[in-house]
């Protein structure tokens, strides 16, 4: 079946724009987390959704990123007026619930901001 | 402060060696840990989890120890292959803060013929 599907695969965008990266879980899947991976480190989280909300926003960097997940299944983490040190990769992940404990992840998205 | 610490260096190995990863935690209480496996441009896939009141676990040619006294996990790929070449992290969940995975940097393997 489909994997956990991100668009862009790649955004390349300047200093103070704004981005919006999508993530489609897997279906069927409730759970959906954000994270952010540097060159060379681990992926750092961002966020996780239990359904529709928020469950846990707490490694939001900043008031610049945001994240919706209006109807349980696509998501979009958005981020305003972009920093040369926003430049990562952005991964995606989904499992069954947020009880279940594998996480299943994209091939992330890859944000350069010049 | 929390920290997760991987061997930040590759750990080059001949093919049919076992291979030994290091993941050391601090300030945590883990419920689990489970290890992953990333391959360049690709996101991480899940290979394996243990529980804090277990003590080892396998899966094929692959063996995690986790020891919450020293706060260490062992992770082992026996008679490995250049197929296993790849990125291993590890990731820990507390007790705390369900859901949450906390990863460390990870370290490189690279099995040579």
């Known amino acids: 079946g489909a994997g956990v599907s991100q668009t862009p695969s790649n955004k390349v965008t300047e200093k103070g724009k704004y981005v919006e990266l999508r993530c489609d879980p897997i279906s069927g899947h409730t759970a959906l987390y954000w994270y952010r991976q540097s060159l060379g480190q681990g992926p750092e989280f961002l966020i996780y959704?239990?359904?529709?909300?928020?469950?846990?926003d707490s490694g939001l960097p900043n008031d610049r990123f945001f994240a919706v997940r209006p109807e349980g299944s696509v998501s979009t983490l958005k981020i305003q007026r972009t920093e040369r040190g926003d430049s990562a990769v952005y991964l995606c992940?989904?499992?069954?619930?947020?009880?279940?404990?594998?996480?299943?992840f994209g091939p992330g998205t890859r944000l350069t901001v010049l | 402060s929390q920290k997760i610490e991987q061997n930040s260096e590759a750990l080059n190995i001949q093919e049919g060696k076992t291979a030994t990863l290091t993941c050391n935690y601090t300030n945590y209480s883990p419920a689990y840990l489970q290890w992953y496996r990333q391959d360049p441009g690709r996101g991480p896939v899940f290979l394996l989890l243990i529980r804090e009141n277990e003590k080892e676990k396998r899966k094929e040619r692959l063996k995690v120890t986790f020891d919450t006294t020293l706060k260490q996990s062992l992770f082992h790929i026996t008679a490995s292959q250049p197929a296993d070449s790849a990125t291993y992290l590890c990731a820990l969940v507390s007790t705390d803060s369900w859901g949450k995975l906390q990863f460390g940097a990870g370290t490189q393997v690279v099995v040579t013929p």
């Open positions: 959704f239990q359904g529709t909300g928020a469950a846990d």
């Open positions: 992940a989904s499992s069954p619930s947020s009880s279940y404990n594998e996480q299943f």
